[in-house]
């Protein structure tokens, strides 16, 4: 069950808090407290925030299927430009302090942050997203084999491709997106060696805007369909929408990520041109860290999603991906490899 000392610290603490947050971010709270005024579940965004159509909004649908089976108030928090490490751990502590449990930092940029404030906070539980450096014993690291699936990314693109050249644009040029890269790049040589992938990094940091300029992505992907590529996978958090667009202005495909970008409503005059999405399902590993506090037991240390416990995987949404018999027996025949250990997929 939930604890009760924290509940105590959130009345008294509302308006000196209410300031602070909107000092190091906006913040959107929503969900029903109890007669005792119990909050649950908190994120803090990444680079791109809400809107995103990928990374955070997936985080969101986490914290919205928390907020409707547990009934306690929820926040969400958004990122301020040009925010230090302190901005961030003072976000975090401010939702702390108001009573949440557990509270998330959504991407790996959270990771001093997240180390800080769950220091200050022990009896709070912390989760972070894509980063795997925590060893704090209140602190779940989410963490996924994106590689998997963006290997899956590369049979498709490379069965789907009728000119043999494909496209990967990666937001920032990090680890991260190395890891999505070097499984698509893999996953397409193994389907096929003739077919050529032009690879390209937005930026070499987020501050630069890699995750959060459609331009960027849209100006990425065209110069790689001047150089033929007809299949175009993106890595790049909100800037993924540049390449989408790009893709479905001169009819080629374009494969999404993280969340299943066919059915986002804000890419829905695109989306006859995505044939399908890389996902982790970030939305499950936030919602499962909300439930094991809300049991009374909260997930610690290294969390990990892959192709055997089906949180990363290819999207069915689009029919015309959906419906291809030899696509689909190609990626099914992979998936199994790649779970029982035959493949081995590089994650740089």
């Not at 990967?168 to 040589?189: N, S």
Request: glycine share 10%; aromatic share 6%; net charge neutral.
């Amino acid at each position: 069950m939930r604890r009760i000392s924290r509940i105590a610290v959130a009345g008294a603490a509302t308006a000196s808090l209410a300031l602070a947050l909107s000092a190091c971010g906006s913040t959107s709270t929503s969900g029903s407290s109890d007669s005792k005024g119990d909050k649950g579940l908190a994120i803090a965004y990444d680079v791109g925030g809400k809107g995103d159509q990928s990374f955070n909004d997936a985080a969101y649908a986490g914290l919205e299927q928390a907020k409707k089976e547990f009934g306690y108030q929820t926040a969400d928090v958004e990122p301020t430009e040009g925010e230090t490490d302190a901005d961030k751990e003072q976000r975090l502590v401010s939702l702390a302090k108001q009573g949440h449990n557990p509270v998330i930092g959504v991407g790996y940029a959270y990771a001093a942050a997240v180390k800080g404030a769950a220091e200050k906070f022990p009896d709070t539980t912390f989760g972070i997203v894509d980063d795997a450096t925590i060893n704090t014993k209140n602190v779940a690291d989410l963490v996924f084999n994106e590689e998997q699936a963006s290997y899956l990314a590369g049979v498709a693109a490379a069965k789907t491709s009728k000119t043999k050249v494909v496209g990967f644009v990666g937001g920032v040029d990090i680890p991260l997106i190395h890891k999505f890269q070097a499984g698509f790049a893999q996953g397409v040589k193994d389907t096929d060696p003739k077919v050529k992938v032009l690879s390209q990094y937005l930026t070499q940091t987020a501050e630069e805007g890699g995750f959060a300029s459609p331009d960027k992505g849209k100006t990425a992907a065209e110069g790689q369909i001047e150089k033929k590529a007809d299949v175009v996978y993106a890595a790049a958090g909100l800037s993924g929408q540049g390449v989408i667009e790009a893709a479905a202005t001169k009819k080629v495909w374009a494969i999404g990520v993280d969340s299943d970008q066919y059915q986002q409503e804000a890419l829905a005059k695109y989306k006859d041109s995505i044939l399908t999405s890389a996902m982790k399902d970030v939305a499950k590993a936030v919602y499962n860290l909300a439930k094991s506090v809300e049991d009374g037991k909260p997930q610690t240390g290294i969390v990990r999603g892959d192709l055997k416990s089906g949180e990363v995987s290819l999207s069915n949404s689009n029919p015309k991906f959906a419906d291809n018999t030899e696509l689909q027996a190609a990626i099914k025949t992979a998936k199994e490899k790649i779970i029982s250990g035959e493949i081995k997929v590089k994650s740089s």
